[in-house]
């Protein structure tokens, strides 16, 4: 999937003019936690977010700090503080040169901006004109979506077999033969034995991430290499069964 088949058409934007009072309501009216900022031309300039309005001289959460940290710190980077803090205009708040894609951006790379950079949104462009908005509610909604249409096409338990089989052996941490599936009207039972007892969840994440898989069901036995103990699946309360002689 791609950033077109996510995005939001409808961008709620605010004029880079506009008041910081005025990009607040839209952001409570609309239920959204940031702003594309645009230019009189209709140019993207920047983003403003309720990041940018949390500290702010109204609500006297302004940062206050003492006099020889102040001096430290520079009297550019008060001025430019005072300025975040006090200024009237979206221009004087928001974030300045926002990151961006466009409609053809994959959603793997869009979540390795948004991580990296550490932001919620990316506007969408065709050009110097924005079409969209990628939210990390888009790739929510994209996810509930491809669960709704994976439920559609169930395969047969065999077919199901095979396919849990196949990630498995697929994943670099993978017991191999050590461990067997057993499919039942979807329910998928893991059978078999691991070493480390960090790979009983992997492998139940594996089957569940698997379509067509209703239930997981854990048989696994996991044996503590030191000392030879042996412990049995959680639906057994994993107590030792089995101690060193």
Same mark, same amino acid.
Request: charged share 25%; proline share 5%.
């Given at each position: 999937?791609?950033?077109?088949?996510?995005?939001?058409?409808?961008?709620?934007?605010?004029?880079?003019?506009?008041?910081?009072? !005025?990009?607040?309501?839209? &952001?409570?009216?609309? /239920? #959204?936690?940031? $702003? @594309? +900022?645009?230019?009189?031309?209709?140019?993207?300039?920047?983003?403003?977010?309720?990041?940018?309005?949390?500290?702010?001289?109204?609500?006297?959460?302004?940062?206050?700090?003492?006099?020889?940290?102040?001096?430290?710190?520079?009297?550019?980077?008060?001025?430019?503080?005072?300025?975040?803090?006090?200024?009237?205009?979206?221009?004087?708040?928001?974030?300045?040169?926002?990151?961006?894609?466009?409609?053809?951006?994959?959603?793997? !790379?869009?979540?390795?901006? &948004?991580?990296?950079? /550490? #932001?919620?949104? $990316? @506007? +969408?462009?065709?050009?110097?004109?924005?079409?969209?908005?990628?939210?990390?509610?888009?790739?929510?909604?994209?996810?509930?979506?491809?669960?709704?249409?994976?439920?559609?096409?169930?395969?047969?338990?065999?077919?199901?077999?095979?396919?849990?089989?196949?990630?498995?052996?697929?994943?670099?941490?993978?017991?191999?033969?050590?461990?067997?599936?057993?499919?039942?009207?979807?329910?998928?039972?893991?059978?078999?034995?691991?070493?480390?007892?960090?790979?009983?969840?992997?492998?139940?994440?594996?089957?569940?991430?698997?379509?067509?898989?209703?239930?997981?069901?854990?048989?696994?036995?996991?044996?503590?290499?030191?000392?030879?103990?042996?412990?049995?699946?959680?639906?057994?309360?994993?107590?030792?069964?089995?101690?060193?002689?």
């Amino acid at each position: 999937m791609k950033a077109v088949d996510v995005m939001t058409r409808n961008v709620v934007s605010v004029k880079l003019d506009s008041s910081v009072f !005025e990009a607040a309501q839209r &952001m409570i009216l609309n /239920r #959204i936690s940031g $702003l @594309p +900022v645009l230019d009189a031309s209709g140019k993207l300039v920047g983003v403003v977010t309720e990041g940018d309005l949390l500290r702010r001289a109204e609500t006297a959460t302004e940062r206050h700090r003492p006099s020889w940290l102040e001096f430290f710190l520079g009297q550019g980077r008060l001025a430019t503080e005072y300025v975040r803090t006090h200024g009237r205009k979206v221009g004087d708040v928001m974030t300045p040169g926002p990151e961006t894609i466009v409609e053809e951006t994959p959603l793997d !790379e869009i979540v390795t901006v &948004m991580e990296q950079k /550490r #932001i919620k949104r $990316l @506007p +969408v462009m065709r050009g110097d004109k924005m079409v969209g908005i990628v939210s990390r509610a888009n790739l929510v909604q994209a996810l509930a979506t491809l669960a709704r249409e994976t439920a559609d096409t169930l395969p047969s338990d065999a077919a199901l077999r095979e396919l849990v089989l196949a990630e498995i052996d697929k994943q670099s941490w993978s017991p191999g033969l050590l461990i067997n599936v057993i499919v039942r009207d979807g329910v998928v039972e893991l059978w078999g034995t691991i070493l480390d007892e960090r790979k009983r969840q992997a492998l139940r994440v594996v089957a569940e991430n698997v379509p067509g898989t209703r239930q997981v069901k854990d048989h696994i036995v996991s044996v503590e290499p030191m000392s030879g103990m042996v412990f049995e699946a959680p639906d057994q309360e994993r107590q030792p069964i089995a101690k060193p002689g």
